[in-house]
């Protein structure tokens, strides 16, 4: 099935699992291969056991004084392992293989500082900690505002406070959605249409936030929105040459931008189409999010 063209039956159906960017492993090369300008991976496998504190520094929200990037970007691989990436280098650090109890296919995931949220196939949320991979499930309800599956999902912290945003295309709409829900109640509240409308082919996407929320959808057929988060609006968007017929996702760092296809990451100027950078990560990724471990100077 290509990706972004959609039966009702959504992920769920078999066939659907390699459009649906979760959803079979891959081969994936070998963690010392680079590609296009990037440089080192390392991704030999994750761990299946809690996640080590030494690799997870979650400090207290002092600020970054020491002159370091205060951003941690953490993914979910597409054989269920948590992970931290850093862009800049296309190292892998996994963290761990959370069990949540949930024998459905994970859809995509998004990351606030000390938490992970995992949405599956079966259009339920799970909470995992990011320090103990301890799961549960959130009471987050599917078929809000009509969003019944294949939805995009990030946590961005651009108000104060944390807030799950979702990008969604209601049943019997023609046109995606934006809602928003606070990560207690997690009751979604209608924020607005994506306007102007993406082309049908574009949905489903992968979502993202920024550290200075903004919000991006990436589709596998490359098309890319940056997206009001107050309003739904479409600020700029491109249909890029990054594409894939299996797993997809989105990252970033400060305002730079990097698409994830299979176990390419490739980071992209969305205002140019330029591509800035090209690493070959050795895990394909299925969701993803960039936070603040401190809080900044």
């Known amino acids: 099935m290509t990706p972004g063209l959609r039966t009702p039956c959504g992920c769920a159906c078999a066939a659907a699992l390699l459009a649906c960017g979760a959803r ?48 941690v970007s953490y993914v979910l691989d597409d054989v269920g392992v948590l992970d931290r990436y850093d862009v800049l280098t296309g190292n892998v650090t996994p963290l761990g293989t959370p069990d949540c109890g949930n024998d459905n296919v994970q859809w995509t995931m998004t990351a606030s500082r000390d938490k992970a949220y995992i949405l599956y196939t079966d259009w339920t949320l799970y909470v995992v900690d990011l320090t103990t991979l301890a799961c549960s499930q959130t009471p987050f309800q599917n ?32 046109n995606p959605v934006l809602a928003v829900s606070d990560l207690t109640s997690f009751v979604l509240t209608r924020v607005g249409d994506i306007l102007p409308a993406p082309p049908p082919s574009t949905y489903p996407v992968n979502l993202t936030a920024d550290t200075m929320g903004h919000l991006y959808a990436f589709s596998p057929l490359g098309w890319v929105q940056e997206i009001d988060a107050a309003t739904g609006a479409v600020l700029q968007s491109k249909q890029t040459d990054v594409t894939t017929m299996t797993t997809w996702a989105t990252l970033t760092r400060g305002s730079d931008l990097y698409l994830w296809v299979e176990s390419q990451v490739v980071g992209y100027d969305l205002a140019t189409g330029a591509h800035t950078s090209r690493f070959d990560a050795g895990v394909s990724a299925i969701g993803g999010n960039s936070v603040l471990l401190c809080a900044s100077p």
């Open 24 to 71: 079979t492993p891959l081969d994936v090369p070998s963690s010392s291969q680079s590609v296009g300008d990037g440089g080192p991976t390392s991704a030999d496998g994750g761990p299946t056991n809690p996640v080590d504190s030494s690799v997870s520094p979650l400090d207290s929200g002092t600020p970054c004084d020491d002159g370091g990037h205060p951003e």
């Open 143 to 174: 078929g809000q505002l009509g969003f019944d599956f294949e939805y995009g999902i990030a946590i961005s912290a651009s108000s104060g406070a944390e807030k799950l945003y979702v990008y969604g295309l209601p049943s019997g709409a023609t």
